[in-house]
């Protein structure tokens, strides 16, 4: 795939000054709009999980004639409810050391030094104020027994700043966004469309102004206008078709939107969440994560002896390696999830994994129900142990579980600013969608925080001062429906091939050779492999593919082939966007750039910056955002 270099972008947002005084600064720099001429102004948001719930009630609460969509049938039942592990916040309760700094620090340093520092300290800084909010809504969280909220451990940090609430904490926060959006929806400033599925995004006089949409249930495209739009459509580690996230999950938003014009950020940077249960078979369609809340008390160890087929309670103690707390003595089971997963993948590869095929290291708390007692345990992780046994028949109280990495977040997203706004004036992208704040590798927790800081604190204040210079007029009737053929015509395109392969069919092929070529190693030659071979598989997909039912009906069929089509595109970017970052940084691990103890290699001199690829017709242009540290040493990471 061939790309050429552009012009370097650079985020002018961010104020200068000291860090701890910016988000000061831009929020009292950021415009206001009159109380009166918010009534006048339309904000779409797409999504509705913690990102776009939280910014949608809140926009609703400020006044904004707000639309909301998503495709499922409820706001609630976006894919932030499956978040189980925890919500990280600077809050010190425990008096252990923590402070708005020390977040900020272990934030960049867990990306690998390839996030922005303005904006992750802003986010350190708004982490307080998030539980507070949580709270004022009654989420749940778990407390001690003197009635302060309890907190936990959880990877890349040394300090308990995970809030919780069981295993379930993604759940009770949506249900507090939920309950705060429906609010606004009684109150007539959010107006709901649930079961529509955006399908582009309309550009007039250079602005995002509104959406084109498939009602999924009647199959009628509809065309909503607005002021701007916002995008917190989540991620897209579906594209690797065997994850973690909800099967629904897919790229189509932003990418649509990527098309349009919008820079995609660093695709490449994937997370492999460390403990997931194994695939199990050839037909499996989902993954199952077990949160990294279990790694606080579990230990992670693999027999000593290579293809031990002993059942693990017939393992001695001397003939078990604890390789985490042997390799990083300071850190343990809790390292940050790159190198939790690569350290398992080592450990497989030499023979040592356990289960099926090897592929697989025990995650044990023989100790910690010694330690603590069974029913302790089981107040903590009650729900995560019941489900493991429910997926694998074995319970996890009598012998350790069985895990293995698996993909589970991605960092990449739509490039913005620290506005949050894209490339495309108007157009907003919040969340997982967008690649703003986690680097090249994401810590545990940190995502429901970015999250709701961006819907509830970030995003309000800033697409205020985009705002108010609106309302933006009239919008180009040639544009919406230019915008609006183009959707008809790809459904259109997609019903007539009826070849004989089901999307899902291509969609287990496209996530194998992602795997396989682009996943928990890369290599220059599998990442050639991989960029030969999904443009044919792309080009059978237009040839074969089979999508049964018409457009104007309920048709899961052709919502999937539309989705799994986008797919092989951003694939064939990522691809090329790990091919051309020759170095190794927290999730990207290139075979080739390792240091002696096979650890990630940077490479600070020439690859210090955000990669925003533009999208043309002659191939991607590819836009360099220079990263700059002031306040953290770029360092080699050790967490030994
Ligand atoms: C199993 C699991 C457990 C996790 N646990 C944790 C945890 O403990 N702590 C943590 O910090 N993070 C956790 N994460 C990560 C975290 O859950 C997600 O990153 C986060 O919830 C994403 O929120 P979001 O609002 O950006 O997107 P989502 O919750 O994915 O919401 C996306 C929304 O966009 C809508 N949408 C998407 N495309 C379209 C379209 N084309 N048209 C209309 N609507 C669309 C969907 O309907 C949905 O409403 C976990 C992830 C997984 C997979």
Redesign the pocket.
Known sequence: MKYTEGPEIRDTKAPEGPIEERWEKRKFGAKLVNPANKRKLNVIV?????????AAATLGELGYNVKS????DS?R????????????AAKNYRGDGDSIYRLFYDTVKGGDFRARESNVYRLAQVSVNIIDQAVAQGVPFAREYGGLLDTRS?GGAQVSR?F?AR?Q??QQL?LGAYQALERQVAAGTVEMHTR????DLIISDGRARG?I?RDMVTGEIERHLADAVV?????Y?NVFFL????K???T???W?AHERGAYFANPCYTQI?PTCIPVSGEYQSKL??M???LRNDGRVWVPLLKNDERAPGDIPEAERDYYLERIYPSFGNLVPRDIASRAAKNVCDEGRGVGPGGLGVYLDFRDAINRLGRDAVEKKYGNLFEMYERITGENPYDVPMRIYPAV??TMGGLWVDYDLQSTIPGLFV????NFSDHGAN?L????????LA??YFVLPTTIGDYLANGPYGDVDEEAVAEAEIQVRNKIDRLLAVNGTRTPDSFHRELGKLMWDYCGMERTEESLRKALERIPELREEFWQNVKVSGTAEELNQVLEKAGRVADFFDLAELMCLDALVRTESCGGHFRAESQDADGEALRDDENFAHVSAWEHSPEGPVLHKEALEYEYVKMTQRSYK
């Open positions: 797409v999504g509705t999980g913690l990102a776009g719930g939280s969509f998503c495709y499922q706001p039942r976006a894919h932030s409810i499956a978040a189980q592990g925890g919500i990280n959880f995970t919780y295993g904490t993604g949506l529509h599925e955006m399908l959406v949409v995008l917190a459509t989540g991620g580690g994850s973690t996230n909800a629904g999950c897919n189509t938003a932003i649509r969440h199952t994560l949160s990294e809340s589970h977040y919040i969340g997982e969608a994401r545990g927790a940190s995502a429901l925080m970015q999250g961006d819907g």
